[in-house]
């Protein structure tokens, strides 16, 4: 499970699919909703989710029981997915190989540097294995190098990131049970940029027959402890002994806490940090209440699942636990979260309140508990009557009125946390966007900027935030632009393996040795004319009283992520800057001459000094305000280009491998792109609007009737660009005449029961038409984007599910608008005057049902619901939206 958007979110086995998707909570039903998105289309696997902030990766392999050894020639895979705010979806982005077995278990994390690890137990040894800092390219699986990590067949293995910006470290711990007096729980951990072989040798965090078990979850806590927490079990057989202990690092000790004995027979712990109340919660499986099935035996098939809790600070369980999860009549086991911790403003889950979920084996069914202490837990699912207030958008910074610049970058806010947002320029579609949206390359003239807001329960602002402002100073010869660093870090004698690249400052000194290094993209301004050039650095919290040099650095290789002492060598000086008074912004003129030959490229500075009165600047890690940055004025013509930098030159090929076909009556387009040179950047436009950063696939929708052309340009890791983009023109409408057909996904559907009076049916696959019981279907679709137009002709298309029928459905009318998915129950709205009629019906089959086009034609401009009754009893079940985008119901409409 994860927390993202303001919601929950869980990697769960389909029943009625028959494979894992992506489920969304709606904490105002308590009930789950299924995206359609699979994850993994194989039984019998177990899942690893993490996710990054942008980026959603599940590891899945096959599944070898306790005690059995891995197999080889299962692959275990890792797959990423993008997330859309707009949409509240995910989409698959890649889908790589870890390794070719079957094992037991399997975790994941990610480094600083963006790699990823994972590891396992294979052949009685601990296995690692790690990405490319792509973060999906992965090397060949290699065993821990120590011996202590030799271990039995029934030992297991988690890795977690810990340490923080430019402290960071990925560490791992297994357990070890060969049956003498090295048994226990080890930890070792590798710094970030290193080796990927060279780790700490092991330490016990607890050492001694049967101190260790294979059950074992990891937190961290970014504090200044700087802790890690591992909840895990050991094998003690005696009354007293720990059962389940709370493992704490803080520094380089381990100290332990019993969390349960073995006289309370918990079992699969799990641990989690809610930042917002400072205390440390965990959950296992304990014993049955009495007065349930079984109540109060001890058993591995699992129990109930209880909370037990203690402050940050003052580490101490008692035997005192409250029950969270119980089945009056089965077994729960198996409790799992998520790994992000509580209530963190810095690790994206504030207001998460806590989930979590458990299984109950015997039903094949998930049960979970919410508690939303902390804020606004889960929120924003929809339904329920919850927010309807949509948020206020506001621009906080943008160009002047009149500007010189052909770039301009915009700052905006919501009123309400946790918001997304959506930008246009100068007309163009929507596109989803964060705070600060840049666009580059813009005309002379007047531009218009405009963003909405959406808060975390779905409402968008009915009105834009607006900018207008001219590009041009009067239709002058000379342009002024502002190039923030495209990376920043520094390097130390000090620390000759240390990469400071998510460090917020930026050293310079000579006492260690410190030099700093800053990379700008000047590939758009080849052929122009340089007329002055100046440094803006900003200083942190140690000024100077010597002075620093801005010198020309001629390899550009070099990355922020990887750099370290000594770095590549410095050039010509041509700036200085010095003495200077911490937390003040100053302006380095540098000399036109060494600049000039770097137009065109990417310009590397560096900074060193000759005093050991050391100053610390601002990276651009501390944010766009104080970031470093290059102001050029410039002229159209003259000299530039050539010379400079060395390194790749060359520009990569854009390709445009899909998009919409040459006339296509569909008001929505996707492009997929890709480049010849690895590790590429796009921008793209539309219809000539200004260049935005995009990546595949590209969607564009609300496109009008008549022509359309998308250009997308790639950028190499050298920051090289296609000087022509990759071009696609389309036309909308049916080769541009006057009618247009479109396709409308159902946005809610549900059905209601007489034989369930109270039961919601909003997360089911199925939607049920019957007499016996009355089953009455419901669907919802807006046709909020067509009013003022003429309908021509609408079906209506179904897909059968496992249940066809003999008898015929009706297709009507309903004049209330006001019912939601998650709340619907029976009798539902009424149903007003037939307009289609389906039947009889065979299994898993298409439908499409032609509607009355008379009754339909008030509709436009508004929601739109249909029911669905019947008078036979031999009932016909429906694929739901729930069962995914293909099967889900649809409404095609001609319009003129």
Same mark, same amino acid.
């Given at each position: ?47 690893? &989710? ?114 923080? =910006? ?73 009354? =007293? ?78 035997? /005192? ?81 009149? =500007? ?92 000759? #393996? ?124 501390? +944010? ?13 013509? +003259? ?93 909308? #409408? ?33 939607? #049920? &038409? ?36 003999? +008898? ?76 995914? /985008? ?11």
């Amino acid at each position: 499970m994860w927390f993202n958007d303001g919601l929950w979110w869980g990697n769960m086995w389909d029943t009625a699919s028959s494979d894992f998707h992506i489920f969304r909570f709606n904490a105002s039903t308590s009930s789950w909703v299924n995206t359609g998105v699979a994850t993994d289309t194989r039984a019998n696997t177990h899942h690893d &989710v993490l996710w990054d902030g942008t980026t959603l990766y599940v590891a899945s392999h096959l599944f070898v029981n306790d005690g059995l050894p891995a197999e080889p020639n299962f692959p275990t895979t890792m797959r990423r997915y993008s997330y859309d705010p707009i949409q509240k979806k995910y989409s698959l982005l890649s889908s790589t190989q870890i390794n070719n077995y079957k094992v037991e278990t399997l975790s994941i994390d990610k480094d600083s540097t963006g790699r990823v690890w994972a590891t396992w137990q294979q052949g009685n040894r601990i296995y690692l294995n790690v990405t490319a800092t792509d973060g999906k390219t992965w090397g060949t699986p290699f065993p821990h190098p120590a011996s202590l990590s030799n271990v039995s067949v029934d030992d297991t293995s988690a890795v977690i990131a810990f340490g923080g =910006s430019g402290n960071g470290k990925m560490g791992v711990m297994w357990s070890r049970q060969v049956g003498d007096a090295t048994d226990g729980m080890y930890w070792s951990y590798h710094v970030d940029g290193a080796s990927n072989t060279d780790w700490t040798t092991p330490v016990a965090a607890v050492k001694g027959q049967r101190s260790g078990d294979d059950h074992m979850n990891l937190k961290w806590l970014d504090s200044s402890a700087g802790q890690v927490f591992a909840a895990v079990k050991t094998s003690f057989t005696s009354a =007293s002994q720990p059962l389940i202990q709370l493992l704490e690092l803080t520094g380089t000790t381990w100290s332990a806490h019993t969390i349960a004995t073995v006289a309370e027979c918990p079992n699969r712990v799990l641990v989690l940090i809610d930042e917002s109340t400072q205390r440390l919660r965990t959950f296992a499986t304990y014993p049955k209440p009495s007065g349930t099935t079984n109540g109060g035996v001890c058993t591995t098939s699992g129990g109930a699942i209880y909370e037990k809790s203690t402050p940050l600070n003052d580490i101490s369980f008692t035997t /005192s636990k409250t029950a969270r999860i119980v089945d009056a009549d089965q077994y729960v086991h198996n409790v799992t979260s998520t790994k992000q911790n509580l209530n963190s403003e810095a690790r994206g889950t504030a207001d998460s309140g806590l989930l979590v979920l458990a299984d109950v084996n015997a039903t094949s069914r998930y049960w979970h508990f919410y508690d939303p202490t902390g804020g606004g837990g889960g929120g924003g699912g929809g339904g329920g009557g919850g927010d309807t207030t949509a948020p206020e958008t506001t621009i906080t910074s943008g160009p002047p009125a009149t =500007s010189t610049s052909t770039s301009a970058s915009f700052a905006f806010t919501s009123s309400e946390a946790n918001s997304t947002f959506q930008c246009s320029l100068d007309g163009a579609p929507r596109v989803a966007c964060t705070s600060p949206q840049t666009y580059t390359g813009l005309s002379i003239g007047s531009h218009t900027f405009n963003v909405w807001g959406t808060d975390a329960a779905g409402n968008t602002d009915a009105t834009a935030a607006t900018q207008t402002w001219s590009v041009g100073s009067g239709g002058g010869t000379s342009e002024t632009v502002t190039l923030t660093a495209t990376a920043d870090s520094y390097v130390s004698s000090g620390a000759t #393996g240390t990469n400071n690249g998510t460090s917020t400052l930026l050293g310079v000194d000579n006492s260690p040795v410190e030099v700093t290094y800053m990379k700008f993209d000047l590939s758009a301004y080849a052929g122009r004319t340089l007329q002055s050039a100046t440094l803006q650095l900003r200083s942190a919290g140690s000024g100077s009283t010597g002075t620093q040099n801005v010198k020309l650095v001629a390899n550009d290789t070099w990355t922020e992520s990887g750099i370290t002492y000594p770095g590549p060598a410095l050039g010509t000086s041509i700036g200085t800057l010095g003495p200077t008074t911490t937390n003040t912004s100053y302006s380095v003129p540098l000399t036109v001459s060494g600049l000039t030959g770097e137009l065109g490229q990417q310009l590397s500075l560096g900074m060193d000094s000759s005093s050991s009165d050391g100053l610390d600047l601002n990276s651009k890690e501390a +944010g766009s305000t104080a970031a470093p940055k290059l102001v050029l004025t410039l002229s159209s013509g +003259g000299g530039g280009g050539g010379g400079g930098g060395g390194g790749d030159t060359t520009a990569p090929e854009t390709t445009i491998t899909s998009g919409p076909p040459a006339t296509s009556t569909s008001t929505s387009a996707s492009f997929a792109f890709t480049s010849s040179e690895a590790n590429s950047t796009f921008q793209c436009s539309l219809d000539g609007a200004p260049r935005v950063a995009c990546t595949s696939p590209q969607t564009y929708t609300g496109l009008s009737i008549g022509s359309h052309t998308f250009n997308v340009w790639g950028t190499d890791a050298a920051g090289n660009t296609d000087a022509t983009a990759a071009t696609q023109t389309w036309s909308v #409408g049916s080769g541009g005449g006057t009618s247009e057909t479109v396709t409308l996904t159902a946005t809610a559907d549900s059905y209601v029961s007489s034989g369930a009076t109270g039961t919601n049916f909003g997360t089911s696959a199925m939607l #049920g &038409v019957d007499n016996s019981p009355v089953e009455v279907t419901y669907m919802k679709f807006d046709l909020s984007a067509y009013a003022g137009r003429t309908l021509e002709s609408a079906t209506l298309e179904l897909r059968s599910a496992g249940s066809g029928s003999t +008898g015929k459905q009706n297709v009507k009318l309903v004049a209330s608008d006001s019912w939601t998915e998650s709340g619907i129950t029976y009798p539902g709205p009424a149903l007003g005057t037939s307009i289609g009629t389906l039947g009889p019906t065979t299994t898993n089959t298409s439908y499409s049902v032609p509607l009355t086009v008379s009754g339909l034609t008030g509709e436009l401009g508004q929601q739109l619901s249909l029911g669905m009754d019947s008078s036979s009893s031999d009932g016909l079940d429906l694929n739901s939206k729930e069962a995914g /985008s293909t099967l889900a119901p649809k409404l095609v409409l001609t319009l003129k």
